[in-house]
């Protein structure tokens, strides 16, 4: 077991740094959950009726749960990628800076 160690400022960054990755991963498992969810009972709900509907009039236009479905799940997409890539601008610059440090404590 290692002792404890006071945390430096760069430990509480990092922490943080954490935390809002942590926080945007559990919205996004939240939202992609609602998501399948809501568009599950849409498609439901459309193969139920749509049946009658058809049988009282000819219809050959797309579903229309497919709009939800579409344009939702590129907001859920995107929000998955700023979650879990590293497209993240504060991330990258995170990065560069550390990179950055390491080169002048090396040079120093």
Not at 40 to 48: C, D, M, P, S, V
Not at 93 to 101: A, D, S
């Amino acid at each position: 077991m290692q002792p404890l160690r006071p945390a430096s400022a760069a430990d509480a960054t990092r922490d943080q740094r954490l935390w809002q990755i942590a926080k945007a991963r559990t919205k996004f498992q939240s939202h992609l959950v609602t998501y399948l969810l809501v568009n599950a009972g849409l498609w439901l709900l459309w193969a139920f009726t749509s049946q009658t509907y058809e049988s009282r009039h000819h219809v050959d236009f797309l579903p229309w749960p497919i709009w939800s479905t579409v344009f939702w799940g590129v907001a859920v997409v995107a929000q998955g990628l700023a979650a879990y890539g590293n497209l993240n601008r504060g991330e990258r610059t995170q990065r560069e800076y550390e990179r950055l440090r390491a080169k002048a404590d090396y040079g120093a």
